[in-house]
Structure formats: structure tokens, C-alpha cells
């Protein structure tokens, strides 16, 4: 199997602050590269002007030029640090004509929920999607709830917060869970939200728990509240190979029940709550 070929293209601030270049020109650099048509992942970050123009003339250009981008098996959109853009920031933009366009494609990362649109999305060989984010909107939910992706295997969200997106709850998450239909994942990641302990008791009642070998349910406020109901449940599950829930609020004995369950786990990056005034602040990791 040949290796994969992977590239970065970004427009840096000076060049975009000079008017030089725009998200417009960023295809045309991309399909200039004479390396691009041996590429297998392609990973667009900065398209200059990230928190306040969107990435659509990216994705238009890649619709547009669908011949040449076909080959592309893995794309990330948005891959940009904070000091570039704050994730909460990056000005994403509507993915609908994308699926038909990259008939290869085999995974899609997207980094940024502001103004994302998924629109009906149905590909054959998608095996991956993530979304880091915030804030993740429930019309963005929706269209992964009704998604059509028979060959899905990983499904990682990123939830985040009502100040940067998430306009739902618990039960949002649960109708996610209970109407979505990926018949081949393996993965599931439910991740970064501030309300971890109550997607913990959704995720353990739906009916991906039967099928999936990775748990992940990191970045998020996770309690011993959650971990009580993880180190119970999981046991009836002996396909869950690995549970991950780094970066969370588990005291140490908790962690060491869950680490003590005979398969893989992850509880790096413990966190201490920070109390003001007799109230208790719990943070997901990444927000803005």
C-alpha cells in the first residue's frame, strides 16, 4: 500500500493584509502545484481572513475543478491554530455540492462550526467525519443524524458550548443516536462538551454501543458521575475495545477503576475544578 501524500495550503496574514491574495486565489494555487495531482490528503488551513470571510470560494473552486480534485482521499478544512484564528472564529461555509464532487474521498475533517452547512449529505465510501468546534449548531446535527454513509467508521463531534453554537441538550444528542444509521462504525467520539456526564448515560442506551470498539468521550466536564455509570455499563459491552476520556474531571480513584477495566483506557490530562464564591466552574477543552 503506497504511503499517503499529504500538503498544507494557507494563505499567510501579510500576504491577505496586502489584498495580495484571498480564498479566491487558493484553488487556483492548489491546482498550480505541481505536486498536487499525487497527493492522496489534502489540508487546507488558513484561507486568509478566516474570522471574517468564509472558506465558500474554497469549496466552490474544489466543486467547480471536481475532475481534478477526484483523487483526494482524505480532506481537512480549516486546520489553523489560535493564534491564527479562534476556532469559535473560523468562518466555515456550505459543504452540499461536496459529496458528489470527491467521489474518493475517505475521510473529512472540518474545524470551525460559524456558518457551517452540511446540507443532505449521502456519500458511498466515507469512512471518517469529524467536526472540531465550539459550538456545534443542531441544523449541523440534524444533517449528520439523517446523513447517509453506509461505510462510516468513525464518527468523532465535537459539542462545545451554547456561547460558541451548541443550541441544544442532552436529548438533541439522544435523537442523533437513536435515528442515525451507520451500520459499519466503529468509533464513536461525542466529545468537548459541558455536559459530558449527561451524554455519557445517552451514549451508554444507544444502539451504536453494540458495534463500536472505540469509546471516546474526552475533552468534556466528565464527573465520577459519568465514570459510575462507565465503569458499570461497559462490561456488557466486550466489543468496546478502548475507551477514551482524556482531559477531564474524574477524581483519582475513579480513574483507577476505569483504568482497572480489561481494555484500553485513556484518563490523561485530569483537571481541577475551579470554584468562585461557592460555585464549582467545570470547562470543556475547547471552546473559543
Same mark, same amino acid.
Request: net charge negative; aromatic share 8%.
Given at each position: 500500500m503506497a504511503a499517503e501524500k499529504t500538503k498544507t495550503y494557507t494563505i499567510g496574514y501579510e500576504d491577505y493584509d496586502s489584498g495580495e491574495k484571498s480564498a479566491e486565489n487558493l484553488v487556483a494555487?492548489?491546482?498550480?502545484?505541481?505536486?498536487?495531482?499525487?497527493?492522496t490528503e489534502?489540508?487546507?488551513?488558513?484561507?486568509? $481572513?478566516?474570522?471574517?470571510?468564509?472558506?465558500?470560494?474554497?469549496? @466552490?473552486? +474544489?466543486? !467547480?475543478?471536481? &475532475?481534478?480534485?477526484?483523487?483526494?482521499?482524505?480532506?481537512?478544512?480549516?486546520?489553523?491554530?489560535?493564534?491564527?484564528?479562534?476556532?469559535?472564529?473560523?468562518?466555515?461555509?456550505?459543504?452540499?455540492?461536496?459529496?458528489?464532487?470527491?467521489?474518493?474521498?475517505?475521510?473529512?475533517?472540518?474545524?470551525g462550526s460559524t456558518e457551517l452547512r452540511l446540507g443532505e449529505v449521502c456519500h458511498e465510501?466515507?469512512?471518517?467525519?469529524?467536526?472540531?468546534?465550539?459550538?456545534?449548531?443542531?441544523?449541523?446535527?440534524?444533517?449528520?443524524?439523517?446523513?447517509?454513509?453506509?461505510?462510516?467508521?468513525?464518527?468523532?463531534?465535537?459539542? $462545545?458550548?451554547e456561547d460558541y453554537g451548541f443550541d441544544g441538550n442532552? @436529548?438533541? +444528542?439522544? !435523537?442523533?443516536? &437513536?435515528?442515525?444509521?451507520?451500520?459499519?462504525?466503529?468509533?464513536?467520539?461525542?466529545?468537548d462538551s459541558e455536559i459530558q456526564d449527561e451524554l455519557v448515560r445517552v451514549v451508554l442506551d444507544s444502539k451504536f454501543m453494540g458495534q463500536i470498539e472505540t469509546l471516546d468521550l474526552s475533552l468534556g466536564t466528565l464527573t465520577d458521575q459519568g465514570g459510575a455509570l462507565l465503569l458499570e455499563a461497559l462490561p456488557k459491552w466486550p466489543n468496546v475495545k478502548k475507551l477514551d476520556v482524556h482531559y477531564h474531571y474524574l477524581s483519582d480513584d475513579m480513574a483507577k477503576k476505569l483504568c482497572s477495566l480489561p481494555i484500553t483506557v485513556d484518563v490523561s490530562e485530569a483537571e481541577e475544578p475551579d470554584v468562585y464564591d461557592g460555585t464549582v466552574y467545570m470547562n470543556a477543552m475547547l471552546t473559543e
Open positions: 494555487d492548489i491546482l498550480a502545484d505541481p505536486e498536487f495531482p499525487a497527493l489534502l489540508v487546507i488551513g488558513d484561507w486568509g $481572513g478566516a474570522w471574517e470571510d468564509d472558506c465558500q470560494a474554497v469549496l @466552490d473552486g +474544489i466543486v !467547480e475543478h471536481a &475532475e481534478q480534485f477526484s483523487h483526494i482521499q482524505r480532506l481537512f478544512v480549516g486546520d489553523m491554530d489560535y493564534e491564527q484564528c479562534e476556532v469559535s472564529w473560523i468562518m466555515q461555509g456550505d459543504y452540499s455540492k461536496l459529496w458528489a464532487a470527491l467521489p474518493d474521498l475517505k475521510s473529512l475533517t472540518i474545524k465510501g466515507l469512512e471518517e467525519l469529524t467536526i472540531i468546534c465550539g459550538g456545534l449548531g443542531s441544523d449541523v446535527i440534524r444533517s449528520v443524524q439523517n446523513a447517509k454513509l453506509p461505510n462510516l467508521k468513525k464518527l468523532l463531534l465535537y459539542i $462545545g458550548i442532552a @436529548d438533541t +444528542i439522544k !435523537e442523533l443516536l &437513536e435515528k442515525a444509521d451507520f451500520p459499519n462504525l466503529s468509533y464513536l467520539g461525542i466529545t
